[in-house]
T-cell receptor, first 112, second 113 residues
């Protein structure tokens, strides 16, 4: 089985622009979470979706939004990009219960 | 609010020697604890987890972790380090609802030949 996949791998944007990041979970996983990892820090939780419903939200501004589709893939959208949004954005999927989250390779976003 | 502390930014160990990467946590209720490893320009790879049961948890690549409830610690250990173990290690705690992982700041492990 393929692992969690994310696209694109790298992205360069300028301040004020909008970006959409995509994630496909492991087959059979219905829960998808998004994390932001700024260089030199641990990942910070942004969102969790389960069965297309938002189940958790971290301490991020409303410029950040996400959604989950019927096939359980997910998009993370960030509006009005700031320099501080430059980071590695990680997607993780989980089967549910007490199972661990499996992470994708991430999308590295650079905001100039 | 839950939190994780990894007090060492970097741990240096010689190949073949035992290694320990420290982690302490704070959470209300029962802790769900995880260790992940990150190689350069890669996502996080799951190593092991503690949900309940034995305090010594065995995971991937020969790693194990010891849960200590009284000290609120979950230290990662390996009896004999390999150069290929050199990477960034993250400890994380999950809330009871399973909605989010809270990560520590990470510890860079350097294993020298």
């Amino acid at each position: 089985d393929a692992g969690v996949t994310q696209s694109p791998t790298h992205l360069i944007k300028t301040r004020g622009q909008h970006v959409t990041l995509r994630c496909s979970p492991i087959s059979g996983h219905k829960s998808v979470s998004w994390y932001q990892q700024v260089l030199g820090q641990g990942p910070q939780f942004i969102f969790q979706y389960y069965e297309k419903e938002e189940r958790g939200r971290g301490n991020f501004p409303d410029r950040f939004s996400a959604r989950q589709f019927p096939n359980y893939s997910s998009e993370l959208n960030v509006n009005a990009l700031l320099l501080g949004d430059s980071a590695l954005y990680l997607c993780a999927s989980r089967q549910g219960g007490n199972n661990e989250q499996f992470f994708g390779p991430g999308t590295r976003l650079t905001v100039l | 609010a839950q939190s994780v502390a990894q007090p060492e930014d970097q741990v240096n160990v010689a190949e073949g020697n035992p290694l320990t990467v420290k982690c302490t946590y704070s959470v209300s209720g029962n802790p769900y604890l995880f260790w992940y490893v990150q190689y350069p320009n890669r996502g996080l790879q799951f190593l092991l987890k503690y949900i309940t049961g034995d305090n010594l948890v065995k995971g991937s690549y020969g790693f194990e972790a010891e849960f200590n409830k009284s000290q609120t610690s979950f230290h990662l250990k390996k009896p004999s380090a390999l150069v290929s173990d050199s990477a960034l290690y993250f400890c994380a705690v999950r809330d009871g609802a399973g909605n989010m992982l809270t990560f520590g700041g990470g510890t860079r492990l350097m294993v020298k030949p």
